[in-house]
């Protein structure tokens, strides 16, 4: 469906767009970034987590600085206003313009209904990067010992692998047809009536997103970057994942990066100086070493399905997704958003904790080069929750604490932003 005129956003009369020049990102000191509401609890913790940015930049700059914000529509709030359209092509169009967003979560049906959003926003916008920092927050309830060690960056591909989405439902023509092909001519076995998916994996992709991890490591003092994949079983897509990784590393960034083999044969277990590690672990592996040492990682590069798994398993290390950040990037595009869901039965209650959303802000922050605001508001959350005002999924774990409402919460952050 084709967006009504009255899906193009307005932008602000103050204010100015993000650019490039010579691929460098230009930022003014009154950006316009645009922002989605989102489905479901969008309504409760975006207002509070505007309000709060807003607050700490002006805190950290004095007036010199301000956001811009422009409201864009996706989800059950753009179907509402333009006629059942879930996607305006105005919207895609506005977040290429602005360069720079950030929304909440949006709905996303199980099974049947019309297909992700998250997903397709990705897809359309060639977003392939799957950006999320995990580290851990004093006083925020963890199952770890030492919760304290987990601090990691993983980019996690998000065009290639399942989110390609290339599937045939068992017991139709296409699924036949392919059925065919795959037994007559390539001689493959597998049960009768099954549903058959297939997963793309390419240099190109795999290039693109563990460049975008190195860069990472290389321009934020990380010591890592590990590959992460299941190339010991699916070994031309998740092996080759892993091989272009270190073919990668040696073509483009041999002044700067060095393998863990060759630390230990050409080095003498030290690692030289200025040089990050580049290495490799199996995904299910994995897993185990991010709870028994966590410390032993940095950044993290992976394919689709892997970082699904693995950057949601991380976060419960240290809070769980309801304060887990996220972007989703390509070259120049970034789209920040909550990674959790829309919880419809907690929508309109006052009730969730904003704190997923509130750090993708943070990284928004960061990203555009305003690391002072950013840092404030990374204080002013810790202060709130080692005093012990908390929203009801951490009072019910933290005993004596005060449990209070998401704008009462984001009332107390705001407050310690002004100490």
């Known amino acids: 469906m084709t967006a009504p005129s009255s899906a193009v956003p307005s932008y602000p009369a103050q204010g100015t767009k993000i650019r490039y020049e010579n691929d460098r990102m230009v930022v003014p000191d009154e950006p316009l970034i645009g922002y989605v509401e989102g489905d479901g609890i969008g309504v409760d913790i975006t207002p509070v987590c505007l309000n709060i940015c807003d607050r ?8 010199r600085r301000r956001i811009r914000w422009v409201e864009l529509f996706l989800g059950e709030k753009a179907a509402s206003r333009f006629g059942g359209d879930y996607f305006p092509k105005a919207t895609l169009e506005a977040m290429q313009d602005l360069v720079v967003s950030i929304k909440g979560p949006l709905t996303t049906p199980i099974g049947g ?3 992700s959003l998250n997903v397709s926003l990705r897809q ?4 392939f990067a799957c950006v999320r920092p995990v580290r851990y927050y004093r006083g925020v309830p963890s199952p770890l010992r030492e919760p304290e060690k987990v601090d990691v960056v993983l980019f996690r591909e998000n065009t290639e692998d399942v989110y390609a ?3 045939y439902a068992a017991g139709t023509p296409e699924n036949e047809k392919l059925t065919r092909l795959l037994r007559d001519e390539f001689h493959a076995r597998f049960f009768d009536g099954s549903a058959l998916g297939i997963k793309p994996m390419s240099a190109f992709g795999s290039k693109r997103l563990i460049r975008k991890a190195i860069r990472y490591a ?5 010591r890592s970057v590990t590959l992460v994949h299941k190339g010991n079983i699916m070994k031309y897509t998740e092996g080759a994942f892993r091989q272009w990784g270190y073919d990668l590393a040696r073509e483009e960034f041999s002044d700067s990066v060095v393998t863990e083999d060759e630390v230990q044969s050409r080095h003498g277990g030290r690692v030289p100086e200025g040089k990050i590690v580049l290495k490799d672990r199996i995904a299910d592996i994995m897993f185990q070493m991010m709870l028994l040492r966590p410390d032993e990682f940095d950044v993290i590069a992976t394919p689709n399905l892997n970082g699904d798994y693995l950057s949601d398993a991380v976060a419960a290390e240290v809070g769980g997704v309801g304060i887990a950040p996220g972007a989703n990037m390509s070259d120049r595009v970034a789209v920040f ?3 959790h869901g829309t919880a419809p039965k907690h929508a309109g209650k006052n009730i969730v904790n904003p704190g997923s959303l509130l750090f993708s802000m943070v990284m928004l922050l960061e990203h555009i080069g305003w690391t002072e605001a950013a840092e404030a508001i990374r204080r002013a959350y810790e202060r709130t929750v080692v005093d012990g005002v908390v929203t009801y999924d951490f009072a019910r774990l933290k005993p004596g604490s005060k449990e209070v409402s998401t704008s009462a919460f984001g009332d107390a952050v705001c407050e310690r932003l002004e100490r």
Do not use: K, M, Q, S
């Open 124 to 127: 359309e916008l060639d977003l």
């Open 56 to 63: 700490a930049v002006e805190r950290a700059y004095g007036g």
């Open 337 to 339: 958003e909550a990674t």
């Open 218 to 222: 290389l321009d934020h003092g990380r």
């Open 165 to 167: 989405g290339i599937e």
């Open 113 to 115: 209904g019309f297909r």
